[in-house]
């Protein structure tokens, strides 16, 4: 990367309170499994991977993302269960919603012909919407006794998500840099 390129990823968020529920869960995993990475990012559900973009043409991106969002109406989103990617993944599943992968494949499309943003290995594999409660640090050893743990465990949350969220990685951590209010949000909620 070049000293102006920043790893930026594009995502949809929960409310703050299943965010809180969720982190809980993540620092289970960090402290039972000895699996921290993924409390590096606030829990979110990936539409377009972790890209380089250089931070003096952030505008074009963010207005991009700002016009690509006005034109979407706000998402309906349902956690159900955890599921996995073995060896090593442990994640809320999401329920594969035609709005959902309406979105993805619209914001992928968009980000490409507009932003020669392509994200090469996403376009191989179907789009697969989860929520990391653990990956990378978590042992194989750790993912079969975890997945054990959780394969039965109850969650369920049902809520609509107002906007698109651009986060930025600070050489540590994932953070939010901006939020993209879909048509209808309201911004009281």
């Known amino acids: 990367m070049t000293p102006s ?3 930026f990823f594009i995502a949809l ?5 299943i965010q809180n529920q969720i982190t809980e869960i993540k620092q289970y995993f960090a402290q039972t499994y ?21 931070t ?28 996995a990617f073995p060896p090593r993944v442990l994640f809320v599943d999401v329920i594969k919603t035609p709005e959902l992968i309406n979105i993805q494949q619209q914001l992928s499309n968009s980000l ?7 994200h090469q290995v996403s ?8 929520v990391t ?3 990378k640090d978590l042992s194989r050893t750790a993912f079969e006794t975890a997945w ?3 394969a039965q465990r109850p969650i369920y949350f049902e809520f609509t998500v107002p906007q698109l969220t651009l986060l930025i990685h600070n050489g540590q951590t994932w953070n939010i840099k901006t939020e993209f209010p879909f048509l209808n949000c309201d911004s009281r909620l």
């Open 56 to 83: 003096e043409d952030l505008p074009t991106l963010e207005q991009h993302l700002t016009t690509f969002a006005l034109n979407r109406a706000s998402i309906p989103i349902t956690l159900s269960g955890f599921n």
């Open 148 to 150: 054990i743990e959780f």
């Open 123 to 130: 376009k191989k594999y179907p789009f697969s919407p989860h």
């Open 133 to 135: 409660v653990a990956f």
């Open 34 to 54: 000895n699996s921290r990475h993924a409390l590096k990012s606030p829990p979110h559900i990936t539409l377009q991977p972790p890209f380089k973009w250089l």
């Open 5 to 7: 390129e920043r790893l």
């Open 13 to 17: 968020l929960p409310p703050k309170p």
């Open 112 to 118: 490409e012909q507009q932003l020669n943003i392509v």
